[in-house]
């Protein structure tokens, strides 16, 4: 009977404590008060106790260790969103998909953080994530990307383009002469009946080294470029 009183008798001086601490932390913006000045000015009351002291010493330090442990977490929690912040930035400045994998790794541990996960785990979920988005990850932007910017370069760009004649060209007996982007490339008709007289334009349809056969102008862009797979062939 007499540790039921004890116990009730605790359970209201806490929660004393900790309705002061919750209308301090409401009404100003310093913080709540620590949880040993809060013992303290139920001091009177305490001493009423048969109770060792050093078992409240004992409840004050692992109270003050909870609320360090919470505010250091929240702050863990701002740097890991900072850091996520700071490597995207930098991926825009650096592309390749490389520092944006550690970003991943940071958001992954600032989630952890918000939801009360221990340091070493967001430490181990940081690493992990980001080891894993360059595993992953990258290697699926990077081919993403690369179809985008897959462009033909050189004889190769001028299939299927239009071009000028500047020499007249007769079936492939006659070898003329083409005019486009500023340059002159020996041509041939790709079809043996077809001519073409000066001024006229013409489809580039395939090539032989840097000799171009040309069709009509208007051919379909989708039979030139059959045409130019064959003759390639």
Known sequence: MKSFQTSLFLCKIFNS???QQRLLQRG???GSIPFKVGLNRHKSDLSQLPINPQF???LCERTENKQNTEQLLMHLLYLWLLATLLFFIIELLTPGFVVACFGVGSLLSAIVAALGGGIVLQIILFCAGSI???LFLRPLVSRITRKGKETKTGIEALM??????VNPIIGRTTKGLIAIDGDEWPAFAQNQNDSFENGEQ????????ITMFVVKQHIPAKTVLNSSDNTNN
């Open 17 to 19: 404590i900790w309705v």
């Open 28 to 30: 100003t913006s310093k």
């Open 56 to 58: 409240f010493s004992y």
């Open 132 to 134: 894993a988005a360059l």
């Open 160 to 165: 299927g383009r239009t071009a000028r004649v």
């Open 202 to 209: 013409v489809v580039i349809a395939a090539n032989d080294s």
